[in-house]
């Protein structure tokens, strides 16, 4: 089985909000539904929705695959203690493969106490077990994840923008390339666990796996160590990463870059990239979804009237708005498609009006308000005597 400690101690089924009987179309439905809500773009800056997404893509990675799925089935049914259940029971010593057929790794058994049940098995059968669980420098593991900040300007967060990170990080030898040997040479198998990784000690009723103490689980042996990284394949060197920002990219969200983080060791996968995006405010407008805001002033005449404005737009361009007869201010316009653009749907430009009082008036003007007042026939306060 390729089993990994986690199933022992996490209910993926739970996970997904599905029973263990659920087809492969209700697994896959849950999926999409908790990963559109807790998807980091969706949530920027929760890191708990983070979390949550990362454990909801676990979940599915196992039972979303049959095979896995199968597998997982089968270790959950034996449990964590497997063939301790007693002869002929379930997941005893009569289960699968007869006598000394369970075959326990002692790196992936884990959650009784601090050291697992790997170390207590290790201690008693001289398997050599480790405590915390798996060391450093064993077997292939994942490179880890780094975090950059992109400071965009807003217009570039508005229509998205392809741009390059220049980062200080581990990466990838440049001299073997992440072999670990010197150029012209390649690592070899290693002659102990003939490229496995592991060794088996036969106890009687147990044939349990530790990594290989020849090769550190590695599977193979560097007999020429690269001069640059002295054998581990990774050094640390600047390097440009290219990122694309999607359009509408807020202030604070996460971009993930899979993959673009520091590089796997032992033949482990890389980790992720995580840019924080910083975007600078603009002084007319702001993002409020997929739709863009900005306030524009109209003189007392245009609100009372009507009139048709000219209204800036993000792309330096003017589109015409009617203000309607008797707009008061803090009303708000909209103008179709002059909002983020994105594949799936382009927001609106949504305009706020606000009457422009003069802070001073000409003669001219100040008789035509004094004429305007006086011909007023209606209170704009008559409701709040009515209420008093």
């Keep these: 089985m ?31 539904k908790l990963a559109r809500e807790n998807h980091p773009d969706a949530n920027p800056g929760d890191s708990a929705a983070e979390e949550r997404f990362k454990e909801i893509s676990a979940a599915y990675d196992v039972v979303g695959d049959a095979e896995k799925r199968k597998e997982y089935d089968e270790v959950r049914r034996l449990g964590p203690m497997g063939g301790f259940g007693g002869p002929g029971g379930a997941g005893g010593f009569g289960g699968p493969g007869g006598p000394g057929g369970f075959t326990f790794n002692v790196d992936d058994l884990g959650g009784m106490g601090g050291g697992g049940l790997g170390d207590v098995l290790g201690n008693l059968f001289g398997g050599g077990g480790r405590r915390g669980g798996r060391s450093r420098g064993t077997g292939p593991q994942r490179g880890g994840d780094l975090e950059a900040g992109l400071h965009l300007d807003f217009t570039d967060a508005v229509s998205g923008v392809t741009t390059t990170l220049h980062l200080v990080s581990d990466a990838a030898c440049h001299v ?35 990594p290989c103490p020849s090769c550190a689980g590695r599977g193979s042996i560097i007999e020429n160590p690269c001069h640059n990284c002295r054998g581990s394949g990774i050094e640390r060197r600047p ?142 306060r008559a409701h709040l005597e009515e209420l008093s």
């Design 2 to 32: 390729t089993a990994q400690r986690e199933w022992f101690e996490k209910d993926y089924y739970k996970v997904l909000g599905v029973s263990e009987t659920a087809d492969a179309k209700e697994i896959t439905k849950a999926y999409r």
């Design 176 to 210: 073997c390339a992440g072999l670990g040997a010197e150029p012209g040479t390649v690592p070899v198998q290693c002659p102990t666990c003939h490229g496995r990784g592991v060794v088996e000690d036969d106890q009687g009723y147990f044939a349990m796996s530790r």
């Design 239 to 380: 390097r440009e990463v290219k990122v694309r920002i999607p359009a509408g990219v807020k202030d604070g969200q996460k971009i993930r870059l899979k993959g673009r983080g520091d590089p796997g060791r032992n033949g482990g996968p890389p980790g992720d990239l995580y840019v924080t995006c910083q975007v600078e405010p603009h002084p007319l407008f702001r993002m409020d979804g997929r739709n863009l805001r900005v306030t524009v002033p109209v003189t007392f005449a245009e609100a009372a009237l009507g009139a048709d404005i000219d209204v800036p737009t993000i792309d330096r361009s003017t589109v015409k708005l009617r203000i309607p007869a008797g707009t008061p201010t803090g009303r708000t316009l909209r103008v179709k498609g002059r909002g983020v653009a994105s594949a799936k749907a382009t927001g609106d430009l949504l305009v706020t009006i606000e009457v422009a009082v003069p802070a001073k008036l000409s003669e001219a003007e100040r008789e035509a308000v004094e004429a305007l007042a006086a011909a007023a026939t209606e209170s704009p």
